[in-house]
């Protein structure tokens, strides 16, 4: 490799680089998103252990990032995603280039530069690659990880046989690799068999001997030793603490291998594997379309030619990754942004192959073109129309999922948490169904500081002992009220009353499963207050303070956004539907129509509320219209009529 070709290189990725790091920032959230976002975001914020595994290096880089000076914490936390997606585009782009001018040999700067550019725009505007590069998430850190090891591979492979530089590389991939596995360890074990077998390959190569293997191990052991973070600062008793009971190793670290999943992992049947397979598989070719698709395999055919061991490597990535993901996941759905997130290194490696494509395709095109079309003008007019048929394609995913991932705007979680806390009581406990909730609110109480009085509980963990143990070390309040317990599970509704009846202000998530504490709950904005004896709602002011609300609501008003989103579209039709079971069973049918019908101007064909829609609507005839009626932009998310 020339001189010039490897300044040209580094010129190229800086320009990428600085391209998209403009294009993440300018679309990145501002603010607190949904599911792990929050959780993530608090703990960097206070240095404390986060879900299984930990985390610990992202925790660390993103305590380090919240300090920079400059915008809000969010602003800056999801910074750094932004940051690892447009640096792993560089990287991966820096190494695209020199595998195509240094294997493929273009005739000329443009016909290399061509099939790099267009891969790595493909790859950028994927909703995969793209809600990772714009919200708080280990995600994209987990991907520059998985690059920086691209760009070891590659200095590694180009030494001669004897070169000492090509051995110190691989050093660096061992350290980066036991590094990584302190950012998302399953998914990016996923990668490992591949780069193995390839450093397997360059070692024999270049007789490095037993010594490199070694050292290389006790790097990737260094690496590893990240995790040292866990229980050094259980022991500290952090604010947050997701399974280090006071320091205690045995169940933290049997929490961050997850060996209680292995159980439930053996158990699944290798045809249910293989079909799940398929349908992660789907995904990615929902994300590529089959126009880069079908670049992917010339890819391989070209890539097979000049490239051999690069081109397994990257099948090799894309296939253990895809079935890694098959076995951690129970139920594949596109709009699962963390099943994205895992798919990262497969998108990583297929636009590798969509550029050997777009390349093989370029110069077939040149060859007809230079026997069939001797007119210069014409080849002009040809070559320009297929640069922009090409062109069209990289840019086609990121034309489609723009709505998704721009989250520039996009303050849906924001509002919800804001509003489900801003008004409560001082010092009242909220009983929470689930992390998403929980996780948003987490975020805001410990990041942005709002309501720290509130005490939050998340009644699926509290079967877990470690986090009884935790919540009651931060409420030592609580631990007078015992929580009541039969012989099989804990009675967490019965507790709630406890704390009610001793003059605790208690505010409930009502689900499905709380229809005999109707009796006993009081809306209160998003949630629900727990009196401490029956209410009757009937004739009093709630009812009206409850619509108002819902009137002035930010997140409600957001009818035209919430399609795009696909956490807040849940949540914001889940929430109308489950108010809408509170009052028909509290008699109130016209109320719960109306919000059974807002609900369904977000989802229309939701079958659920449907059902609950023509259970209390007059005619019950008009749900086949209402079907249709709603699907119309002008009536989604309409305010509430007025009774």
């Given at each position: 490799m020339s001189t010039g070709r490897m300044s040209d290189a580094w010129?190229?990725?800086?320009?990428?680089?600085?391209?998209?790091?403009?294009?993440?920032?300018?679309?990145?959230?501002?603010?607190?998103?949904?599911?792990?976002?929050?959780?993530?975001?608090?703990?960097?914020?206070?240095?404390?252990?986060?879900?299984?595994?930990?985390?610990?290096?992202?925790?660390?880089?993103?305590?380090?990032?919240?300090?920079?000076?400059?915008?809000?914490?969010?602003?800056?936390?999801?910074?750094?995603?932004?940051?690892?997606?447009?640096?792993?585009?560089?990287?991966?782009?820096?190494?695209?280039?020199?595998?195509?001018?240094?294997?493929?040999?273009?005739?000329?700067?443009?016909?290399?530069?061509i099939p790099v550019s267009l891969a790595l725009i493909a790859i950028g505007g994927t909703y995969t690659f793209w809600i990772q590069a714009v919200r708080t998430e280990v995600y994209a850190a987990n991907i520059v990880a998985i690059a920086m090891l691209w760009g070891c591979t590659w200095q590694s492979d180009r030494g001669e046989s004897g070169d000492s530089s090509g051995v110190r590389w691989f050093w660096a991939a061992s350290l980066v690799g036991g590094l990584g596995m302190a950012l998302h360890h399953a998914t990016f074990a996923s990668v490992l068999p591949a780069f193995f077998l390839f450093f397997l390959v360059v070692s024999k190569?270049?007789?490095?001997?037993?010594?490199?293997?070694?050292?290389?191990?006790?790097?990737?052991?260094?690496?590893?030793?990240?995790?040292?973070?866990?229980?050094?600062?259980?022991?500290?008793?952090?604010?947050?603490n997701w399974g280090?009971?006071?320091?205690?190793?045995?169940?933290?670290?049997?929490?961050?291998?997850?060996?209680?999943?292995?159980?439930?992992?053996?158990?699944?049947?290798?045809?249910?594997?293989?079909?799940?397979?398929?349908?992660?598989?789907?995904?990615?070719?929902e994300q590529l379309h089959w126009g880069l698709l079908l670049f992917a395999i010339a890819g391989i055919w070209q890539w097979w030619r000049k490239a051999r061991a690069w081109m397994l490597m990257a099948l090799g990535i894309v296939i253990t990754n895809i079935f890694v993901t098959a076995l951690l996941v129970s139920e594949v759905a596109e709009t699962n942004a963390d099943i994205h997130g895992y798919l990262l290194p497969t998108i990583v490696s297929m636009a590798f192959l969509v550029c050997g494509g777009v390349y093989t395709f370029g110069r077939l095109l040149a060859s007809v073109a230079k026997r069939y079309l001797p007119s210069p003008s014409i080849r002009t007019v040809l070559w320009v129309s297929t640069i922009t048929m090409v062109l069209?394609?990289?840019?086609?995913?990121?034309?489609?999922?723009?709505?998704?991932?721009?989250?520039?705007h996009n303050r849906l979680a924001h509002d919800l948490g804001v509003e489900s806390i801003s008004g409560l009581r001082p010092n009242g406990i909220v009983f929470l169904a689930g992390t998403n909730w929980d996780f948003v609110l987490r975020g805001l109480r410990y990041v942005d500081g709002w309501r720290p009085d509130l005490t939050v509980i998340n009644r699926d963990l509290l079967p877990a002992g470690w986090y009884r143990s935790w919540l009651l070390s931060k409420h030592p309040e609580l631990a007078a009220y015992p929580i009541p317990s039969d012989s099989i599970k804990l009675r967490p509704k019965l507790w709630a009353k406890n704390l009610a009846a001793a003059g605790f202000p208690i505010y409930w998530e009502f689900t499905e499963i709380d229809m005999d504490m109707v009796g006993q709950l009081v809306p209160a904005g998003h949630l629900f207050e727990l009196a401490a004896k029956p209410v009757d709602v009937l004739g009093t002011s709630l009812l009206d303070e409850q619509e108002n609300f819902e009137r002035n609501s930010q997140f409600y008003a957001a009818a035209a956004r919430v399609p795009y989103d696909y956490?807040?579209?849940?949540?914001?039709?889940?929430?109308?539907?489950?108010?809408?079971?509170?009052?028909?069973?509290?008699?109130?049918l016209g109320r719960a129509k109306e919000l059974y019908q807002r609900a369904l101007s977000v989802a229309p064909m939701d079958e659920t509320v449907l059902a609950a829609y023509v259970r209390v609507a007059p005619d019950r005839g008009f749900a086949f219209i209402l079907r249709q009626d709603l699907t119309d932009p002008a009536k989604q998310g309409n305010v509430l009529p007025t009774p």
């Open positions: 010129l190229f990725s800086i320009c990428v680089f600085i391209t998209s790091l403009a294009f993440y920032v300018t679309t990145m959230s501002h603010t607190v998103f949904w599911w792990d976002s929050g959780e993530l975001a608090a703990n960097a914020r206070v240095l404390g252990i986060a879900h299984r595994p930990g985390f610990p290096l992202y925790i660390l880089l993103g305590h380090v990032f919240g300090m920079f000076p400059f915008g809000e914490y969010f602003y800056r936390i999801n910074f750094l995603s932004a940051l690892s997606a447009a640096a792993t585009l560089g990287l991966v782009g820096f190494v695209w280039w020199q595998l195509v001018f240094g294997r493929l040999r273009p005739s000329s700067l443009l016909e290399g530069l190569r270049n007789q490095w001997g037993r010594n490199a293997w070694v050292i290389a191990t006790a790097l990737f052991a260094l690496g590893l030793s990240v995790y040292l973070y866990l229980p050094i600062r259980a022991l500290q008793d952090p604010e947050l280090w009971t006071r320091g205690a190793k045995a169940l933290g670290w049997t929490a961050v291998a997850g060996t209680d999943a292995y159980a439930e992992l053996a158990k699944t049947s290798l045809a249910a594997l293989l079909s799940r397979a398929w349908a992660v598989s789907q995904i990615m070719i069209l394609l990289a840019l086609a995913p990121g034309i489609i999922y723009s709505p998704y991932c721009n989250l520039s956490d807040a579209k849940m949540v914001w039709v889940m929430n109308l539907y489950r108010a809408g079971m509170y009052y028909e069973s509290r008699g109130l």
